[in-house]
Every structure is written in structure tokens, then in C-alpha cells.
T-cell receptor, first 111, second 117 residues
Framework: GDSVTQMEGPVTLSEEAFLTINCTYTATGYPSLFWYVQYPGEGLQLLLKATKADDKGSNKGFEATYRKETTSFHLEKGSVQVSDSAVYFC??????????FGTGTSLTVIP | EAGVAQSPRYKIIEKRQSVAFWCNPISGHATLYWYQQILGQGPKLLIQFQNNGVVDDSQLPKDRFSAERLKGVDSTLKIQPAKLEDSAVYLC???????????????FGPGTRLTVL
């Protein structure tokens, strides 16, 4: 079945460090891919998305590129801030509109 | 635009008791989802409605969980009787789905944190 695999956390970085959170997926057909973020005490919010191969989603300095050849959608940010501390979820939606989430990666950014 | 509303935000019950959660999706959103998020894990889909019909309930423990969306708008999720392992955050989400369109964004409510003692 369809699934999403994320790198395990927690991840702790210093402010202004480079961030990569790996995400790979398994799906039949051509899914859309998403990154959601969950700040402490809040619900999930869409961070960025890509709907087809080679698309790059970007928002708030975060980027992720839909790589069909490696079935990956890694999240990157060049310079993290303390306010980026949150849990990040990779997700896909398949052609049946079924969503699958990864287990989440907790990020803590220290000043 | 109002977001997805859920209530209550927190609930503490004893095992074997019953509990119900309510969700009001964003106006006009045809699809409604209920997820269970256990601490330290990603959301797991329990049930998906398209209008008032069930699209997917394959991971819903039907011996104790039930959900309905009678008028195709708001929805309730019920657990009866609750077990200790049901302690989790229950998330409701909605999306404006078009058939066979895969870029539908889900909008999440704040969740209901359930603790079963």
C-alpha cells in the first residue's frame, strides 16, 4: 500500500543552521506531496506542496522538490530560526484522495 | 474565512465510558476526515466522508468507534466503550475535493485531546 517514510528525530539545530528532513514515499500512480507543520499546542498547517514530478514547493524559506526518480520529497531550509521549532510531517494524497502521513520529525532550534 | 471547528478541546474519561467529538468543517468543503494522532506518531486516518457518504473507513475500529455526517456538513465521532489505548488527539480536517483531483489541500482543526484513565 501507499506510505510515507520520514527521517526520525528529534533534530536539534543552532539558529541559522541548514536544515534537511528526509522524506520518501511509496505510491501507485502520481500522488501529490505535502509538508505539514505542527507548532506546539496547535493543529497541523500546510507548509508547502507539489503536485507533479520536478515541482518545487516553497513557503517561509522552506523548499521541497518532488523527485519521482528517487521517490523523495526532502524538506530544506537554508537558515533556521527559533520560531521554526515544531513537528514536521510529510504526507501524500493518492488518486483516491486518501492521505498518508509520515510519523513526524521534531525540530528544535536553539539560539 | 472560518477554519475547521472542533469541540471539546480536551476530554478526560475513565475506561469503558463513552465520549463524542464534534467537528464543523469549512463551509463548502465536501470532504471531511477524522484522524487519530497518538503521541509521537503521525495522524492515522480513521474515516473519510464525501458529503454524507463514507469513502474510507478501513482503519476505523468499528466495534467501538462510530462516526456520522448526516447532513453532509458537521460530523460526530463516538467511542463506546473507551479503552486506555484510545488516548490520543483526534483531528478533524476538511477539503474542497473535486473527483480525481489529487492536489486538494486539507485544513485541520485544533484537535480534541482525549485522555482515558
Amino acid at each position: 500500500g501507499d506510505s510515507v517514510t520520514q527521517m526520525e528525530g528529534p533534530v536539534t539545530l543552532s539558529e541559522e543552521a541548514f536544515l534537511t528532513i528526509n522524506c520518501t514515499y511509496t505510491a501507485t500512480g502520481y500522488p501529490s506531496l505535502f509538508w505539514y507543520v505542527q507548532y506546539p499546542g496547535e493543529g497541523l498547517q500546510l507548509l508547502l506542496k507539489a503536485t507533479k514530478a520536478d515541482d518545487k514547493g516553497s513557503n517561509k524559506g522552506f523548499e521541497a522538490t518532488y523527485r519521482k526518480e528517487t521517490t523523495s520529497f526532502h524538506l530544506e531550509k537554508g537558515s533556521v530560526q527559533v520560531s521554526d521549532s515544531a513537528v514536521y510531517f510529510c504526507a501524500l494524497v493518492n488518486t483516491g484522495n486518501q492521505f498518508y502521513f509520515g510519523t513526524g520529525t521534531s525540530l528544535t532550534v536553539i539560539p | 474565512e472560518a477554519g475547521v471547528a472542533q469541540s471539546p478541546r480536551y476530554k478526560i474519561i475513565e475506561k469503558r465510558q463513552s465520549v463524542a467529538f464534534w467537528c464543523n468543517p469549512i463551509s463548502g468543503h465536501a470532504t471531511l476526515y477524522w484522524y487519530q494522532q497518538i503521541l509521537g506518531q503521525g495522524p492515522k486516518l480513521l474515516i473519510q466522508f464525501q458529503n454524507n457518504g463514507v469513502v474510507d473507513d478501513s482503519q476505523l475500529p468499528k466495534d467501538r468507534f462510530s462516526a456520522e455526517r448526516l447532513k453532509g456538513v458537521d460530523s460526530t465521532l463516538k467511542i463506546q466503550p473507551a479503552k486506555l489505548e484510545d488516548s490520543a488527539v483526534y483531528l478533524c480536517a476538511s477539503s474542497f475535493n473535486l473527483i480525481r483531483q489529487t492536489n486538494n489541500e486539507q485544513f485541520f482543526g485544533p484537535g480534541t485531546r482525549l485522555t482515558v484513565l
